[in-house]
């Protein structure tokens, strides 16, 4: 089985490598080599992971084969749309987030998203109030802090394409906002099947496909913070 990789590699040098065709699988690196190399071992895992989850497991647990199709450097914008070292970060776009969404894909997006808002929750389940809202030194968010950053990433990717709900009604309580966002995402994504909408916001495109792919990550990224500054907490009690 043939897995199409893109990479994206920020100002720095660190880089992800994304399975383009399955959202949710990346890797990420200090290099561009770092990323690529520890891509088939996390493919393994996101593997074994849809396994223990889906009733019917729609991938191989087999090896398969890696083809690097493109790269994508980021760079930075400012309010004129030039090129500036502060001001607005222009992600990837690849050109496999021009593909339409397929009803299969949007079918097991839901699901990648279903499983993965469950162990986000599931990472801070357990802790005390007061545990949800340390701020480790050198950490940019308490467990409490990155909860609400991801229910509010959801409603900006939504937003991006012009399928959110108003911004006032994002609630301020983290938990609550996950619920609403999740919630909107899947609502919205059974109605983006064949969908070829992309729009340009802020000097980036954004596509449907691009959408889910930042939304599974994104999710996922952020359990694995969770459960490394809950490592920390506790070792510090």
């Given at each position: 089985?043939?897995?199409?990789?893109?990479?994206?590699?920020?100002?720095?040098?660190?880089a992800?490598?994304?399975?383009?065709?399955?959202?949710?699988?990346?890797?990420?690196?200090?290099t561009?080599?770092?990323?690529?190399?520890?891509?088939?071992?996390?493919?393994?895992?996101?593997?074994?992971?849809?396994?223990?989850?889906?009733?019917?497991?729609?991938?191989?647990?087999?090896?398969?084969?890696?083809?690097?199709?493109?790269?994508?450097?980021?760079?930075?914008?400012?309010?004129?749309?030039?090129?500036?070292?502060?001001?607005?970060?222009?992600?990837?776009?690849?050109?496999?987030?021009?593909?339409?969404?397929?009803?299969?894909?949007?079918?097991?997006g839901?699901?990648?998203l279903?499983?993965?808002?469950?162990?986000?929750?599931?990472?801070?389940?357990?802790?005390?109030?007061?545990?949800?809202?340390?701020r480790?030194?050198?950490?940019?968010?308490?467990?409490?802090?990155?909860?609400?950053?991801?229910?509010?990433?959801?409603?900006?990717?939504?937003?991006?394409?012009?399928?959110?709900?108003?911004?006032?009604?994002?609630?301020?309580?983290?938990?609550?906002?996950?619920?609403?966002?999740?919630?909107?995402?899947?609502?919205?994504?059974?109605?983006?099947?064949?969908?070829?909408?992309?729009?340009g916001?802020?000097?980036?495109?954004?596509?449907?496909?691009?959408?889910?792919?930042?939304?599974?990550?994104?999710?996922?990224?952020?359990?694995?913070?969770?459960?490394?500054?809950?490592?920390?907490?506790?070792?510090?009690?």
């Amino acid at each position: 089985m043939l897995f199409r990789i893109g990479l994206e590699i920020f100002p720095g040098g660190r880089a992800l490598a994304w399975a383009l065709e399955h959202p949710g699988c990346f890797a990420g690196g200090e290099t561009a080599d770092e990323a690529l190399e520890a891509l088939p071992g996390v493919f393994e895992d996101y593997t074994t992971w849809i396994h223990q989850h889906s009733g019917a497991p729609w991938l191989p647990l087999e090896p398969g084969e890696y083809q690097l199709e493109e790269t994508w450097e980021v760079y930075t914008i400012d309010d004129e749309y030039e090129l500036a070292e502060e001001g607005y970060q222009v992600n990837a776009w690849f050109l496999h987030d021009w593909k339409p969404l397929s009803i299969e894909d949007i079918k097991r997006g839901r699901q990648l998203l279903e499983w993965s808002h469950a162990e986000l929750l599931a990472s801070a389940a357990g802790l005390s109030p007061e545990a949800r809202q340390v701020r480790l030194p050198g950490e940019r968010w308490h467990v409490l802090g990155i909860l609400a950053h991801v229910g509010g990433a959801e409603w900006w990717y939504l937003n991006n394409l012009g399928l959110s709900f108003p911004r006032a009604e994002l609630p301020e309580d983290p938990d609550e906002r996950l619920a609403r966002t999740q919630a909107e995402l899947n609502r919205r994504l059974p109605l983006l099947a064949g969908d070829q909408l992309v729009v340009g916001v802020d000097g980036e495109f954004w596509s449907p496909r691009k959408l889910l792919r930042r939304a599974v990550w994104h999710v996922r990224d952020h359990t694995h913070h969770i459960n490394r500054l809950r490592g920390l907490l506790e070792a510090a009690d």
